[in-house]
């Protein structure tokens, strides 16, 4: 392990603590783009409580090895920025890819989704998922599919018993 001075053990704890402690990390490389650009980038990043900052390779690489993180270190190189979101993975995601889409120079290095290292393809289908919204109201609505169909059953029989009433009602009148 590298030796750090005491003035940089602080910044390498708090890039430990948010490696572990958020559920979905990116690293980015932002070179090239512009000042109101990357200013764009983190209002995204500020209203989606994402936290996002420039970080030094050596002090992420160090911190990756203490939290005990394996395959950051290929991408470790140029410039790299850290997108950390500690609650929705979705979110940090979906803003990271719709803004390289629309930004060619803000290059998607890798993620670390609860501890495991994922690649640029894994980021881009966890930002086509829907919002944790959805996804609840489509399993709540899969939940009560089948209870509103035994309701249905049930309307049906009842609804079949005052069908054959009435039948038998109008038959007699008709005798």
Same mark, same amino acid.
């Not at 650009?37 to 911190?63: C, F, H, P, S, W």
């Not at 950051?72 to 920025?81: G, Q, S, Y």
């Not at 035994?150 to 038959?171: D, M, P, S």
């Given at each position: +392990?590298? @030796? =750090? ?26 070179? !090239?783009?512009?000042?109101? #650009? ?6 995204? +990043?500020?209203?989606? %409580?994402?936290?996002?900052? @420039?970080?030094?390779?050596? +002090?992420?690489? =160090?911190?990756?090895?203490? /939290? %005990?993180? *394996? !395959? ?9 920025? =850290?997108?950390?979101?500690? *609650? ?9 890819? *719709? ?11 890798? %993620?670390?989704?609860? !501890? ?22 489509? +399993?709540?609505?899969?939940?009560? /599919? ?8 049930? #309307? !049906?029989? =009842? ?10 009602? #109008? #038959?007699?009148?008709?005798?």
């Amino acid at each position: +392990m590298a @030796v =750090i001075r005491p003035e940089k053990a602080a910044k390498v704890a708090e890039l430990k603590e948010l490696l572990t402690s958020s559920k979905c990390t990116i690293l980015v490389d932002f070179c !090239g783009l512009t000042v109101a #650009q990357d200013t764009e980038l983190r209002r995204k +990043m500020r209203e989606a %409580g994402v936290k996002y900052g @420039v970080v030094k390779n050596t +002090m992420l690489r =160090i911190a990756a090895e203490e /939290a %005990g993180i *394996e !395959g950051l270190e290929p991408v470790l190189e140029h410039n790299t920025a =850290i997108a950390a979101a500690p *609650e929705d993975p979705v979110a940090v995601a979906k803003i990271i890819c *719709e803004f390289a889409k629309a930004n060619e120079k803000l290059v998607v290095k890798m %993620g670390v989704l609860d !501890g495991k290292v994922i690649s640029v393809e894994e980021i881009k289908a966890l930002a086509a998922l829907p919002p944790k919204e959805v996804l609840i109201a489509k +399993m709540l609505g899969s939940m009560n /599919a089948p209870i509103s169909g035994f309701v249905n059953v049930l #309307q !049906g029989t =009842i609804r079949n018993v005052v069908y054959a009433l009435e039948a038998v009602r #109008q #038959q007699k009148e008709s005798a």
